[in-house]
């Protein structure tokens, strides 16, 4: 089973960026497609970006254009470069397999908070 670990997130003004890793404790970035996730309170978790094992993205629109999916297959590390932040990207952030209702997908890990406020 592969354990999946995100960090980077923290407290960041409006306007500002964060760059979120996702590290796997073995290769799976080309086995599965991937994505981020996030859960706001009070809200269910939403699948925000996703990435094929050959490299191809695919966005929610809330984020399209401002955050950017991305994977080193040599550090078994998944990214999250998010930019332009708002106050209503303020969540709980996952990465995990790709799934298009988040709800089907076990074994979540931790998450990272990021919190976007001045």
């Known amino acids: 089973q592969v354990q999946l670990v995100e960090s980077g997130g923290g407290l960041v003004q409006p306007g500002g960026s964060l760059r979120l890793s996702c590290a796997a404790s073995?290769?799976?970035?080309?086995?599965?497609?991937m994505g981020w996730y996030r859960q706001a309170p009070g809200k269910e978790r939403e699948l925000l970006a996703s990435?094929?094992?050959?490299?191809?993205?695919n966005y929610a629109d809330s984020v399209k254009g401002r955050f950017t999916i991305s994977r080193d297959f040599t550090k078994n590390t998944m990214y999250l470069q998010m930019n332009s932040l708002k106050p209503e990207d303020t969540a709980v952030y996952y990465c995990?397999?790709?799934?298009?209702?988040?709800?089907?997908?076990?074994?979540w890990g931790q998450g990272t908070q990021v919190t976007v406020s001045s």
């Open positions: 995990n397999k790709y799934a298009v209702i988040p709800g089907t997908l076990n074994d």
């Open positions: 073995r290769n799976i970035f080309s086995i599965n497609a």
């Open positions: 990435i094929t094992t050959r490299g191809s993205t």
